[in-house]
């Protein structure tokens, strides 16, 4: 085991680079009928759930049609959020597969081994391999996608959920998870593993 910093990393036997599966990332970006939807159903949780207070010397609908876009803003970057996550997980459940298939990787998953790796440990792996993630938080996807299965509509999405409550949802989510795997529980060196990012 190697220890640098405050982290413990697996040994793994042999110099060879192991190849990880792809992480394929699907990047669509809603077309203008898809964000004139998403802008027409902010609207209607801004005028149904009565946000904004009424003031005789305001415009209503400016400040309304202002905090739909708001809301529309903020449900595309959970929209984002919840690929990646979905993605990431994904990729995790193939790096066990190849984990399990590959002699020299096979033990490493294992909880009887001290100190092993577990699935946080491709999270922290995508990390120190400094993958580019653009504007995604990695903990923020992943906590996402583990409270949600399918991505929620935006008309599920209250605007307390939208403004406040998501990231600290997806936090609680990811850090539960996290903690599941039993410690003593060491990183996967990054220099023994190739990781490619297929942007699709």
Same mark, same amino acid.
């Given at each position: ?45 801004? =005028? ?21 876009? +708001?809301?529309?803003? +903020? ?18 459940? +193939? %790096? ?59 008309? %599920? %999405?209250?605007? +307390? ?24 529980? =060491? ?14």
């Amino acid at each position: 085991m190697d220890i640098i910093g405050s982290k413990r990393y697996v040994e793994i036997a042999g110099d060879r680079t192991h190849e990880l599966p792809p992480l394929l990332i699907s990047e669509t970006t809603p077309g203008p009928k898809r964000l004139e939807k998403v802008l027409s159903m902010a609207e209607e949780i801004v =005028a149904t759930d009565e946000i904004i207070p009424v003031v005789d010397d305001i415009d209503l609908d400016r400040r309304r049609y202002d905090l739909a876009v +708001q809301f529309s803003e +903020q449900y595309l970057g959970l929209r984002t959020h919840w690929r990646w996550g979905d993605a990431v997980l994904e990729w995790v459940r +193939q %790096c066990e597969t190849t984990f399990e298939l590959n002699a020299s990787l096979r033990g490493l998953l294992r909880p009887d081994v001290w100190p092993h790796a577990g699935r946080t440990s491709f999270i922290t792996l995508l990390e120190d391999k400094h993958v580019d993630l653009g504007d995604v938080d990695l903990t923020k996807a992943l906590g996402l996608r583990l409270a949600f299965r399918h991505l929620p509509p935006l008309a %599920c %999405c209250s605007d +307390q959920f939208l403004v406040y409550l998501n990231q600290s949802i997806a936090t609680t989510a990811f850090a539960t998870w996290a903690g599941m795997t039993p410690d003593p529980l =060491a990183a996967l060196p990054p220099e023994r593993f190739e990781v490619r990012v297929v942007r699709m």
